[in-house]
């Protein structure tokens, strides 16, 4: 089946520094890929969408300077927290859509963010 | 807007046994896709199943089938011959295709499944 990783799995950063997540399809090209956060317990919350070689579509209340999105490839997306707080500790997930005609998503296997 | 309602926050199940997990949504839509995925304490989100709207007969994957039944928007997931590997949370969850493969999954809150030896 399709796959899609995430570098770094854990990560821990220092309160005002930024910190990259890349998410990456491994075996197939991902037309469009989506960024969530989730909280304990919690379901999964879409931050925003992205495609290849545009600017990403971000959801209501997330703000777009603080997490910046890159979907420079087709394979690649990385999400940029800028400015780390406490408060942007939280666990992101990414996912990937093969194709415009395929529904089905995969995800990668998520981020854990410890900002001190 | 699509909304997606789990209204099964937590619940149990003896191994062996047969479980369903309910899960209802609204839309005016008539054609969108549901799904079924399933987040173990690893937190890797894994396909359980997938409906399309258009087909009347409800998927089947090996142990895991749904109920879906378009007129009330309900969509439920059982789960038969439980397995102590099914522990874990489900999430119910709509596509509308409109706008090709930029529309995003419409998630429930999920239920926390636990299977008990």
């Known amino acids: 089946g399709a796959v899609v990783s995430q570098h770094p799995s854990w990560v821990i950063c220092k309160s005002g520094t930024s910190v990259k997540i890349e998410c990456r399809s491994l075996?197939?090209?991902?037309?469009?890929m989506f960024w969530y956060r989730q909280f304990p317990k919690q379901s999964l919350m879409l931050m925003a969408t992205?495609?290849?070689?545009?600017?990403?579509?971000?959801e209501q209340g997330v703000e777009k300077d603080k997490f910046l999105i890159n979907h420079a490839s087709l394979t690649l997306s990385t999400l940029t927290v800028t400015s780390a707080h406490p408060e942007d500790s939280s666990f992101y997930i990414c996912?990937?859509?093969?194709?415009?005609?395929?529904?089905?998503?995969?995800f990668g296997p998520g981020t854990r963010l410890t900002v001190t | 807007a699509q909304t997606v309602t789990q209204s099964q926050p937590e619940m149990s199940v003896q191994e062996a046994e047969t479980v369903t997990l309910s899960c209802t949504y609204d839309?005016?839509?008539?054609?969108?896709?549901l799904f079924w995925y399933k987040q173990p304490p690893s937190r890797q989100m894994i396909l359980v199943i997938r409906?399309?709207?258009?087909?009347?007969q409800n998927a089947t994957e090996n142990r895991f089938s749904v109920n879906f039944q378009k007129a009330a928007k309900s969509f439920s997931l059982k789960i038969s011959d439980s397995q102590l590997g099914d522990t874990a949370m489900y999430f119910c969850?709509?596509?509308?295709?409109?706008?090709?493969?930029?529309?995003?999954?419409?998630f429930g809150k999920g239920t926390r499944l636990s299977v008990i030896a």
């Open positions: 075996d197939f090209q991902a037309t469009t």
């Open positions: 969850a709509f596509m509308n295709p409109r706008n090709s493969g930029n529309t995003p999954l419409v």
């Open positions: 992205s495609n290849e070689g545009s600017k990403a579509t971000y």
């Open positions: 996912s990937a859509r093969i194709r415009a005609a395929s529904y089905e998503q995969y």
């Open positions: 839309t005016s839509e008539s054609n969108y896709y």
């Open positions: 409906q399309e709207a258009y087909k009347q």
